[in-house]
């Protein structure tokens, strides 16, 4: 999708987990259409680093952590809800605290920040809430249960968001991909391989590619895509939707 780069001069977006990845694909992308971006990330270096590539800001938090949302100043137009982690392992083995601090990260802190961004987005008569969910908020997997119990929780999230928000001019809305290629996903591919006693190759043909009919990994920048065009006038009237960026895997 090509967006005008002054699509959305004037709007200031905020990209949670902005420093690699999806985020920081959002985070160019958004700025490309003429955003002011805000960079939010645990990862100072990596913010900062980013900031200084597209003009943007940073705020440096752990998001996993109640008290440093509180103190962050969420004023933006537009909330991108991207952070996030992955931990692989069967129930009998997962760690609770694990277990609780995914959910704090991928679920708890999204509410959050919508909490914080929604009255002045009401006051404006304009705001974009778009939350990075997963094909996993639509399906589940084997060893994954906080990922997946976050990601369906958000989903959820999401469509309330856009219940109580359409009135006062805010869209929110999922973006749900397959298997992007990032560092979280490396990771996963590791973890999987140690779990299942595999090589790390038949990871991604076997199980990561087996429900897509598009038989490759997705790219940060086309999930990016699809969250600039959430943004623009020609999306004014999609809420509460999930947008499958799953090559064809929830369509089985």
């Given at each position: 999708?090509?967006?005008?780069?002054?699509?959305?001069?004037?709007?200031?977006?905020?990209?949670?987990?902005?420093?690699?990845?999806?985020?920081?694909?959002?985070?160019?992308?958004?700025?490309?259409?003429?955003?002011?971006?805000?960079?939010?990330?645990?990862?100072?270096?990596?913010?900062?680093?980013?900031?200084?590539?597209?003009?943007?800001?940073?705020?440096?938090?752990?998001?996993?952590?109640?008290?440093?949302?509180?103190?962050?100043?969420?004023?933006?137009?537009?909330?991108?809800?991207?952070?996030?982690?992955?931990?692989?392992?069967?129930?009998?083995?997962?760690?609770?605290?694990?277990?609780?601090?995914?959910?704090?990260?991928?679920?708890?802190?999204?509410?959050?920040?919508?909490?914080?961004?929604?009255?002045?987005?009401?006051?404006?008569?304009?705001?974009?809430?778009?939350?990075?969910?997963?094909?996993?908020?639509?399906?589940?997997?084997?060893?994954?249960?906080?990922?997946?119990?976050?990601?369906?929780?958000?989903?959820?999230?999401?469509?309330?968001?856009?219940?109580?928000?359409?009135?006062?001019?805010?869209?929110?809305?999922?973006?749900?991909?397959?298997?992007?290629?990032?560092?979280?996903?490396?990771?996963?591919?590791?973890?999987?391989?140690?779990?299942?006693?595999?090589?790390?190759?038949?990871?991604?043909?076997?199980?990561?590619?087996?429900?897509?009919?598009?038989?490759?990994?997705?790219?940060?920048?086309?999930?990016?895509?699809?969250?600039?065009?959430?943004?623009?006038?020609?999306?004014?009237?999609?809420?509460g939707a999930s947008i499958a960026v799953d090559g064809g895997w929830?369509?089985?």
């Amino acid at each position: 999708m090509n967006h005008s780069a002054g699509e959305l001069k004037g709007r200031r977006a905020l990209v949670s987990g902005g420093a690699a990845g999806i985020g920081a694909a959002c985070a160019r992308g958004l700025a490309r259409a003429g955003a002011d971006v805000i960079v939010l990330d645990r990862d100072a270096e990596g913010a900062k680093a980013l900031a200084a590539e597209i003009g943007a800001q940073t705020l440096v938090a752990d998001l996993s952590d109640a008290a440093e949302i509180a103190a962050l100043a969420v004023d933006v137009d537009i909330l991108v809800n991207n952070a996030g982690v992955q931990h692989v392992a069967a129930i009998p083995d997962f760690p609770p605290e694990t277990f609780d601090r995914l959910l704090r990260l991928m679920l708890h802190a999204p509410f959050l920040l919508a909490r914080a961004a929604l009255p002045a987005m009401y006051e404006r008569g304009w705001g974009r809430i778009i939350n990075i969910s997963s094909v996993h908020g639509h399906r589940a997997s084997p060893y994954k249960s906080a990922y997946v119990a976050a990601k369906h929780g958000l989903e959820g999230l999401s469509k309330v968001i856009a219940l109580e928000s359409g009135e006062h001019g805010v869209t929110s809305n999922c973006i749900a991909p397959g298997y992007v290629r990032t560092a979280l996903v490396e990771g996963q591919i590791a973890a999987q391989a140690a779990t299942r006693h595999i090589p790390a190759e038949d990871v991604v043909e076997r199980l990561m590619l087996s429900e897509s009919v598009v038989k490759r990994l997705i790219e940060p920048e086309e999930v990016a895509a699809v969250a600039v065009f959430l943004c623009t006038p020609a999306a004014s009237y999609i809420t509460g939707a999930s947008i499958a960026v799953d090559g064809g895997w929830t369509a089985r």
